[in-house]
């Protein structure tokens, strides 16, 4: 079953946040997981202000997500993380197709 990593993020330092995204995108695909939305326009259309980006990833299985976020490789991202960006993360399951 897949599942999804939500972000809701607003960026602190723009340099940091390129360092970490070419970092995090390879991680991502090192453990199966793909975009399906990567930081295009959002609208609210109910609740609060909107964040300056929304990013959704998905993984085969919340197995993979969890081992994926855990992993050596995305600790690397992580560091950079902290200054390059703040965030709102996410996991939920998905279900399975009708």
């Known amino acids: ?3 999804y990593v939500i972000s809701e993020v ?3 330092d723009t340099s940091a946040m390129e ?3 070419t970092l995090a995108a ?3 695909a090192q453990y199966g997981g793909r975009y399906l939305a ?3 326009p959002a609208e609210v259309v109910e609740g609060g202000p909107p964040p300056q980006t929304i990013i959704i990833v998905e993984f085969p299985s919340m197995a993979r997500l969890r081992e994926w976020y855990a992993s050596a490789e995305y600790a690397e991202a992580l560091k950079l ?8 993360l ?6 399975l197709p009708a």
């Open 1 to 3: 079953m897949p599942a």
């Open 10 to 12: 607003d960026v602190r």
């Open 19 to 21: 360092a970490y995204r």
């Open 26 to 28: 390879k991680t991502i």
């Open 38 to 40: 990567r930081g295009g």
């Open 81 to 88: 993380r902290r200054t390059a960006l703040e965030r709102r």
């Open 90 to 95: 996410i996991f939920v399951e998905g279900v």
